[in-house]
């Protein structure tokens, strides 16, 4: 059977690549040669593959003898499947293209290229995995290789404390939530006889054990993504991982997490409640708002982009949260379009968050500067790198004509069919929620300002960053791929939400037959009265703007019928102005931080360092802004403390006498022993 | 055919007048001050000036700082094209419901404060932050007033609305007029007016988008300044023709445009005087103030959006 044999070569590739890797440290030429080329046709294999389940609408469940001698290997590629399997390998492609180029500076350095190698090939192949996985237990086995080898990447730099740190938190939190998985997993084999999915599908669940299975779900799959308040090594780990393999954890782990948590609660458990909707919309809009208001305060790139990732994923839940809300209360119409939503923006968040990591990357390697206060002025010395890292801050955005517009644009719409619903309750908390998003979307074009404000923009801060120049052909052909992705899922939604019908259909058995009714041209969700929107015609409105730019700037210019000259800046009159005067990005978001000053109680933390000369005037000023996560305060210090005071009465009992551990031992011996008669 | 001709005749008089409003403000507001004011024509006389002059460009601006002038004329334009001036159902509306107007707005205005900070000075990066930090304020309240709206006629294209508004007749319902009053508070920081930003300042420290096009010049200022007129008049006309829709031209008969001109004109005129007035009885606020106000607006809006749920829904 082609496809079985097809799946298993994609799947296998990605390890071919990374053994092949385990020889990189004597020979760095197989990194460009073999390695990522490898990774590539993988990439390509898995769209291919994936596209085709998700256009064909076909599901094929393949058997492989692995595993267990009692539970073979089950895995299925349906549209869902087929639609992450192509989203990853998408994204892997471009990564790939990137990866030969960027790896370049760490074949002389002191970590081994074969070990980055090694795992990146591990991770690719457990993320593929664990889409297409059909049984509990090669989808826990496929999640736990993704989580561990990407820990190896995480820790990767180990050299510095502070990433070794970042990947103990990931570890430990990626484990905590893998054993929630399993537990909910446990409740579904438990009800339905057996441990493929298919089996657990069928599991008759009381409302009860329905819930529980559920909120462990969300727990479990809900760390991965980074739901506040278990997003707390998402912001650590992200940023410390080598910036292609950044960019695999925020635009594709996270959202195999999203599919887990899709197919677990719409697929396995099936019959959604509306509470636990409720329940979701709720997280998901305080993890949107805090993801958003987190990042503004950052000025370390990548980290700022790992919260951004935060608030994606709050933006997925909404959608995700509407649709179990619209499903659970019989509007299966509406609660499809909520899903849709949350597919489209895990498309867009996958395709733009990955772009802006790669771009974060190549800044990295050629000015060694993570710090936005320091850069500036990066558009001229890399200006393909700006326009690929413009098109991906005018996406995540949310501004027409690009993909993340898109998204938002739908999660609205769902939001605002509540009038159809019957509970007081529900149609009041839904708006908010939408009010909450609006915010969201505003507060994140205001963040994406300051980062290409601060880092394209203005003049050049340090030297490091005025003696940087425009990164490899091979990353920005890595970057081209996946802006271009970015512009086109903006502007033909109808064709993607086309091909999105197949999900829905498999998931629910639920379409949009109105969402493309009136032609590719328009897309009207619900009805063509209710809600329009040409993105096609909004782009050519754009063009033609750009239009006018290009006669002024290169006909008309030429020709001398329009005249510009070039000045200094006006300075008030008063001398030259330095790089030093310019805006940073602590200076751009000053205003929003006093304004939610009462949302980080302490948290932003001033602090000035003057030394006063022989005159009273301060010879030396320094300012510092800490922003430090408050959920460590509020969450997990008290998890904390609760585990040692309570390991603590535990210990009680470890007295180091060899009596008392004998007396254990009888004690342990006689209750078996009563419990055996 | 005829519709979509006509649609793109009203979006040029739809350019073409605003500068105009602009002007009735400002003549509004001399009046009022005892002052005596410039004709009429003299924003066109401004505009003129303008695209006939050499653009003075800083040596440190990018691409983007050129291009930027065209993207928010082509974005305002596009949101022009959307609203519906003097006659519904036109075909272009269906282009953009009320939501992807919003974007427009914000396309323009990230670009706009991507632009302020391209020269590198200090004026650029302030006036960009102080927008984006109201924008991140203003959106929220206009997508709720807006949210509102959309409830009552179940739709969120401008047509439908308006359709639906006229058709429910005059009946006062406290969401729309809670979303009215949120929508100008809005309008009001939105197009950068009294008490939030002083359209003729010129004083550094109290700009917000004057900061931001500070080194602008000619034709590129031209562009921004001729965008920042029709985004006022977008946001009369939003105004007037959403909550006092009658009298708009329902089909496209010549008489029936004629009055729909005519009773537009004449609203624009009653709105544009009464934000002279306010301008004119209120004094500008501390840039921290202005969050206040914001939030007041959104308060509005939000109180409109639940008085729909709670007290006309079911």
């Known amino acids: 059977m082609s496809t079985s044999l097809l799946l298993a070569v994609t799947l296998v590739l990605p390890l071919l690549s990374g053994v092949v890797a385990s020889a990189a440290d004597h020979r760095p030429a197989l990194m460009r040669g073999l390695v990522f080329p490898l990774l590539g046709v993988a990439g390509l294999m898995a769209v291919g593959l994936g596209g085709h389940a998700l256009l064909q609408g076909t599901s094929e469940t393949l058997v492989y003898p692995l595993g267990l001698p009692w539970l073979h290997w089950h895995l299925r590629v349906d549209p869902l499947a087929g639609f992450f399997l192509a989203l990853i390998g998408f994204v892997v492609t471009a990564v790939s293209l990137f990866g030969p180029g960027y790896v370049r500076e760490f074949e002389h350095g002191k970590q081994s290229l074969a070990v980055l190698g090694f795992f990146t090939g591990l991770f690719v192949s457990g993320m593929l995995m664990v889409v297409v996985a059909a049984d509990a237990f090669s989808f826990m086995l496929a999640w736990e290789l993704m989580s561990l080898s990407s820990y190896f990447l995480v820790a990767y730099q180990h050299r510095n404390a502070a990433n070794r740190r970042a990947g103990f938190l990931y570890l430990l939190m990626a484990e905590v939530g893998a054993l929630t998985i399993l537990l909910g997993f446990g409740v579904l084999a438990g009800f339905g006889d057996g441990f493929s999915f298919a089996a657990m599908r069928a599991a008759p669940l009381t409302p009860a054990w329905a819930s529980i299975a559920f909120a462990l779900g969300v727990f479990g799959f809900g760390m991965k993504a980074g739901l506040v308040p278990l997003h707390a090594w998402l912001p650590e780990a992200h940023p410390v991982a080598p910036s292609h393999i950044s960019a695999l954890m925020s635009g594709v782990m996270l959202k195999v997490a999203v599919y887990g948590f899709i197919r677990f609660s719409f697929d396995l458990i099936g019959n959604v409640h509306w509470a636990w909707g409720v329940a979701l919309l709720i997280i998901a809009s305080i993890t949107a708002v805090f993801g958003v208001l987190y990042a503004l305060m950052q000025h370390d790139l990548k980290r700022l982009l790992a919260y951004s990732s935060v608030e994606n994923i709050g933006i997925i839940f909404i959608g995700l949260g509407l649709s179990m809300i619209f499903y659970g209360t019989g509007f299966p119409l509406l609660g499809t379009l909520g899903l849709v939503a949350a597919l489209y923006h895990t498309l867009s968040h996958a395709l733009f968050k990955s772009l802006l990591f790669l771009g974060a990357g190549a800044v990295l390697q050629r000015s060694h500067e993570r710090d936005l206060d320091r850069m500036g002025g990066l558009l001229r010395r890399m200006p393909w790198t700006g326009l690929f890292f413009l098109v991906g801050c005018i996406s995540i955005s949310a501004l027409p004509p690009f993909n993340g517009f898109v998204s938002e644009w739908l999660t609205f719409q769902t939001a605002l069919q509540v009038p159809s619903l019957e509970s007081g309750v529900l149609r009041a908390v839904i708006p908010l929620a939408a009010a909450v998003l609006a915010l969201t979307g505003a507060l994140a074009a205001a963040c994406f300002v300051k980062v290409y404000g601060t880092a394209f923009l203005g003049q050049a801060r340090t030297r490091r960053v005025r003696r940087s120049n425009e990164a490899g052909r091979g990353m920005l052909l890595g970057q081209a791929l996946l802006a271009l992705a970015c512009l086109l899922s903006g502007i033909f939604p109808t064709l993607a939400i086309d091909a999105m019908a197949n999900v829905t259909r498999s998931l629910t058995g639920q379409v949009l037959p109105a969402a493309t009714a009136k032609g590719w041209l328009w897309l009207t969700p619900i009805s063509a009265d209710t809600a329009s929107y040409s993105a096609p015609l909004v782009f050519v409105g754009m063009l033609l703007a750009l239009l006018a730019w290009a006669v002024v700037n290169f006909i008309l210019r030429p020709a001398g019928r329009v005249v510009t000259v070039r000045s200094d800046a006006w300075d008030c009159g008063f001398g030259p102005l330095s790089a030093r005067m310019q805006y940073t990005a602590t200076s751009f978001s000053m205003p929003i931080r006093r304004i939610f000053a009462p949302l980080w109680p302490g948290q932003a933390d001033a602090e000035r360092d003057a030394r006063t000369g022989p005159g009273s005037e301060a010879r030396q000023t320094r300012y510092q802004v800490r922003t430090g996560d408050v959920t460590w305060k509020w969450f997990y210090r008290p998890v904390v403390q609760l585990l040692h005071a309570t390991t603590r009465r535990v210990s009680r009992i470890q007295t180091g006498n060899l009596r008392h551990y004998l007396g254990y031992t009888f004690v342990t011996l006689l209750l078996l022993l009563w419990l055996i008669t | ?314």
């Open chain 2, 1 to 314: 055919m005829n519709d979509w001709l006509l649609a793109l005749l009203g979006t040029l008089l739809f350019v073409a007048l605003a500068p105009l409003f602009a002007a009735w403000v400002k003549r509004v507001k001399c009046w009022l001050q005892n002052r005596s004011s410039p004709a009429l024509l003299q924003p066109y006389r401004d505009l003129r000036r303008l695209f006939s002059k050499q653009v003075v460009m800083a040596e440190t601006a990018s691409p983007l700082f050129v291009m930027t002038p065209y993207i928010i004329a082509g974005a305002t334009l596009l949101a022009a094209a959307v609203v519906p001036f003097i006659a519904v159902n036109l075909p272009t509306a269906a282009i953009a419901d009320v939501i992807v107007l919003a974007g427009f707005f914000s396309l323009a205005r990230f670009f706009l404060a991507l632009a302020g900070m391209d020269v590198g000075t200090a004026f650029g990066g302030m006036g960009s932050s102080r927008e984006m930090t109201i924008a991140a304020l203003a959106e929220p309240a206009m997508l709720v007033a807006v949210f509102t709206l959309a409830m009552v006629a179940s739709s969120t294209n401008l047509s439908t609305v308006i359709d639906q508004i006229l058709a429910q007749g005059l009946v006062l319902r406290p969401s729309l007029l809670f979303a009215l009053l949120g929508l100008m508070l809005v309008g009001i920081a939105e197009t950068g007016r009294i008490p939030v930003d002083n359209p003729a300042t010129h004083l550094e420290l109290t700009m917000i988008h004057e900061a931001m096009v500070l080194e602008y010049s000619g034709r590129h200022l031209a562009l921004i300044e001729w965008a920042a007129q029709i985004k006022l008049l977008i946001y009369g006309v939003l105004i007037v023709n959403i909550f006092f829709p009658w009298g708009i031209a329902t089909h496209n008969s010549v008489t029936a445009l004629a009055i729909g001109a005519a009773v537009v004109f004449f609203k624009l005129m009653v709105l544009g005087a009464l934000l002279a007035v306010g301008e004119s009885v209120l004094a500008k606020m501390r840039l921290f103030r202005v969050p206040a106000f914001l939030v007041l607006a959104l308060t509005l809006a939000l109180i409109g959006l639940l008085s729909h749920i709670i007290l006309e829904v079911g």
